[in-house]
């Protein structure tokens, strides 16, 4: 118990992104002047690629949800997948503190990149016919996590002053399904999945050392196991929309006596989920821990061949329940070949741009 909270207190990338571990290695583990570096958390780097491989798969077979399972599956994976990331990320955001330094960090990490991949997803949108938004503000496709990461990590400072973070960001996310807060920056999704933010951002190792209980674990299967069934009974009929949260039960046309506790119910059904994902996640080093590291190239990077591979018309061969396991092989393989050297290497100009010639030089710390 005590090591996996050391571990927890040690988290070595409280800004969730890969340019530290980078940096890590290139310099030998360990910052100038011969300090210790700190170590990652296992739990955390585990986490975040057992939630990138799910990602990878819901958007591989999403084309192709032809059959229930295929849909059922889809709706599991998008019940939980983009909460437990959103609160990882949280947690992982807790030094930001508006400073120059970590101002420059969010500038070089997370605006850059996201200007880059929507002229590369634009660019291959065109190429097919596909319409674009009106203004880079509005997110394309994947690129809304990085503009709703932008403005969570803005608001991090806020949250640290609110006496009662958690249920006021619950209050801001329900009220936000209530009425059109339009397409920039897709800030409609930014406050849905605001209270998971928060809730990260509160988080301490205590918490993590919670879900190791026994009990815990047995109550997370069973969780697992009913939310499984109940996908593939009935909650895949309902409007994917629920779990999405990019629309506003205004957009949608829902009365409000159904709307405001069917969300209620969903944001349940995410955190419960989410957190037996981290009570079952190994919290040793396994096999795949550090690829964890890498998340963000797989985000980003996965949609191309997604797209290319619609295009050129894969999913009119790739149907039905061989289909489904072809795919879902496809996005295993997809997963691991961007994480791999070579491809980091060769689109490392585009995650993690070399941005300081845009950035002012600090005198201070010259």
């Known amino acids: 118990m005590a090591s996996t909270t050391t571990a927890l207190q040690n988290q070595s990338h409280p800004d969730g992104d890969q340019a530290a571990a980078s940096a890590a290695a290139n310099t030998g583990g360990g910052p100038p002047g011969g300090a ?3 170590r990652r958390d296992a739990l955390l780097d585990n986490a975040k690629f057992l939630l990138i491989v799910l990602v990878v798969i819901g958007h591989v077979i999403s084309p192709a949800s032809d059959t229930r399972l295929a849909s059922a599956i889809y709706f599991w994976i998008y019940l939980f997948h983009m909460p437990a990331f959103v609160l990882i990320c949280g947690y992982l955001s807790k030094s930001f503190d508006g400073s120059a330094r970590r101002v420059d ?4 990490t997370v605006v850059a990149p996201y200007l880059i991949f929507w002229g590369i997803y634009a660019l291959q949108s065109l190429s097919v016919g596909r319409s674009l938004p009106d203004t880079p503000l509005q997110p394309l496709w994947l690129t809304w996590f990085l503009a709703a990461l932008f403005v969570w990590r803005l608001s991090v400072p806020l949250w640290k002053r609110v006496r009662w973070p958690i249920p006021v960001a619950i209050v801001v996310s329900l009220a936000a399904g209530l009425g059109s807060v339009g397409d920039v920056l897709e800030m409609s999704r930014v406050l849905s999945l605001l ?3 928060v809730t990260g951002l509160m988080l301490e190792p205590r918490h993590f050392e919670f879900l190791r209980n026994r009990w815990v674990r047995v109550w997370s299967v069973g969780v697992v196991l009913i939310t499984a069934v109940m ?4 909650l895949e009929q309902l409007s994917l929309e629920w779990v999405f949260w990019r ?3 205004t957009d949608r046309d829902v009365e409000l ?3 405001i506790p069917a969300r209620i119910v969903f ?8 957190a037996a994902l981290l009570s079952l996640t190994p919290r040793r080093t396994t096999w795949f821990t550090g690829l964890g590291a890498f998340t963000m190239y797989v985000f980003l990077l996965h949609g191309l061949p997604i797209r290319i591979a619609d295009s050129l018309g894969w999913y009119e061969l790739t149907t039905g329940y061989l289909g489904l396991a072809v795919n879902t092989a496809v996005a295993l393989g997809l997963t691991f070949l961007l994480c791999s050297p070579w491809v980091r290497r060769a689109t490392k100009w585009a995650v993690e741009p070399r941005m300081d ?3 002012r030089r600090d005198k201070s710390r010259a």
């Open 247 to 249: 629309e506003s039960l």
């Open 357 to 359: 010639w845009i950035l």
């Open 195 to 197: 209270p998971f933010f």
């Open 267 to 274: 944001m349940v059904l995410a955190a419960s989920l989410t």
């Open 36 to 38: 210790p570096a700190k």
């Open 257 to 259: 006596p159904i709307g």
């Open 231 to 234: 996908c593939f009974v009935y």
């Open 105 to 108: 960090k969010l500038l070089t």
